[in-house]
């Protein structure tokens, strides 16, 4: 058994992925904009990942853009077959590295496109719609276009499952109704748990959740206390982040990203992170 696979795995509709995954975006440049600094190291983190028994990469074609999806290529295709690459859609960058919606059929169609050619691929594993009507969390809003047209390119074989991005309980039941949702993607962590209901839902469902910034939106109370909690675990702050979400539900796959094989390491050793109570119910109480 590889280190990430102990952490179990959960299905995005018929593909079984460890929980433990990897989230590519700050392969890119500064500001997820340009080539890597060092792109030999951004090959030797996708490399170490996938060698450590990750099969969960999560990426986009606005990563860059196009950066991260030409170095996942350049190093790991022809892909395992245990590998799922999770994309999304539904930005575009501008030239002054500016985030841009891009929600129509046309723009999203070319996403895919621009996904598939980029990454090597004939039909994308699972594609996300990142829902960008607010850039700083969900609001309500109706996405039946932008689904209805990733519906249809899913229903011509480009894609195989669908996940959503950014968005609420009520967009979700609305995407349900269009076609079915593997992975749900929201910002959840230790202090921000506005989505706890909505985890317990989807876990019931068999919908995953994808959290995204493990460490982010942290008041200094709250990161001094992850960081004492971290000191009695012998572990980092992140460590300790991302085993909680671990142990929240079994539904929850993590993707922190990082471009240095050193942090990738220490965030894979999570997985083996066991939290006694005391420092559970610490930890619980945080947000």
Same mark, same amino acid.
């Given at each position: 058994?590889?280190?990430?696979?102990?952490?179990?795995?959960?299905?995005?509709?018929?593909?079984?992925?460890?929980?433990?995954?990897?989230?590519?975006?700050?392969?890119?440049?500064?500001? +997820?904009?340009?080539?890597?600094?060092?792109?030999?190291?951004?090959?030797?983190?996708?490399?170490?990942?996938?060698?450590?028994?990750?099969?969960?990469?999560?990426?986009?074609?606005?990563?860059?853009? *196009?950066?991260?999806?030409?170095?996942?290529?350049?190093?790991?295709?022809?892909?395992?077959?245990?590998?799922?690459? @999770?994309?999304?859609?539904?930005?575009?960058?501008?030239?002054?590295? %500016?985030?841009?919606?891009?929600? %129509?059929?046309?723009?999203?169609?070319?996403?895919?496109?621009?996904?598939?050619?980029?990454?090597?691929?004939? +039909?994308?594993?699972?594609?996300?719609?990142?829902?960008?009507?607010? @850039?700083?969390?969900?609001?309500?809003?109706?996405?039946?276009?932008?689904?209805?047209?990733?519906?249809?390119?899913?229903?011509?074989?480009?894609?195989?499952?669908?996940?959503?991005?950014? @968005?609420?309980?009520?967009?979700?039941?609305?995407?349900?109704?269009?076609?079915?949702? @593997?992975? +749900?993607?929201?910002?959840?962590?230790?202090?921000?748990?506005?989505?706890?209901?909505?985890?317990?839902?989807?876990?019931?469902?068999?919908?995953?959740?994808?959290?995204?910034?493990?460490?982010?939106?942290?008041?200094?109370?709250?990161?001094?206390?992850?960081?004492?909690?971290?000191?009695?675990?012998?572990?980092?702050?992140?460590?300790?982040?991302?085993?909680?979400?671990? *142990?929240?539900?079994?539904?929850?796959?993590?993707?922190?990203?990082?471009?240095? +094989?050193?942090?990738?390491?220490?965030?894979?050793?999570?997985?083996?992170?066991?939290?006694?109570? *005391?420092?559970?119910?610490?930890?619980?109480?945080?947000?």
């Amino acid at each position: 058994m590889t280190e990430a696979t102990r952490a179990g795995t959960f299905q995005l509709g018929d593909l079984p992925v460890t929980r433990m995954g990897y989230g590519a975006m700050q392969l890119a440049g500064p500001h +997820v904009f340009g080539p890597p600094k060092d792109k030999a190291a951004a090959l030797a983190v996708l490399r170490a990942a996938v060698e450590s028994g990750i099969t969960h990469i999560d990426t986009s074609d606005f990563y860059g853009p *196009h950066v991260t999806n030409q170095l996942i290529r350049e190093v790991l295709h022809p892909y395992s077959d245990a590998l799922t690459i @999770v994309t999304k859609v539904g930005a575009r960058r501008g030239s002054d590295a %500016s985030w841009n919606l891009a929600s %129509s059929a046309a723009e999203l169609e070319s996403a895919v496109h621009d996904n598939l050619r980029n990454l090597g691929l004939d +039909v994308l594993d699972v594609v996300n719609f990142r829902v960008m009507l607010n @850039v700083g969390g969900p609001v309500e809003g109706d996405i039946e276009a932008p689904l209805t047209a990733l519906a249809e390119l899913q229903n011509k074989g480009l894609i195989r499952h669908i996940g959503l991005s950014n @968005v609420t309980a009520k967009q979700i039941a609305q995407g349900r109704t269009i076609t079915e949702i @593997v992975s +749900v993607q929201n910002m959840y962590n230790l202090a921000h748990r506005h989505d706890d209901a909505l985890i317990d839902h989807l876990e019931k469902e068999g919908i995953a959740y994808v959290p995204y910034f493990p460490l982010g939106g942290f008041s200094p109370l709250q990161a001094d206390a992850l960081s004492h909690v971290a000191e009695q675990c012998g572990a980092t702050p992140m460590q300790v982040a991302l085993a909680w979400l671990l *142990h929240r539900a079994p539904n929850i796959l993590l993707i922190p990203g990082t471009s240095s +094989v050193e942090h990738l390491q220490q965030n894979i050793q999570s997985v083996n992170l066991q939290l006694p109570e *005391h420092l559970l119910s610490s930890l619980d109480n945080m947000g």
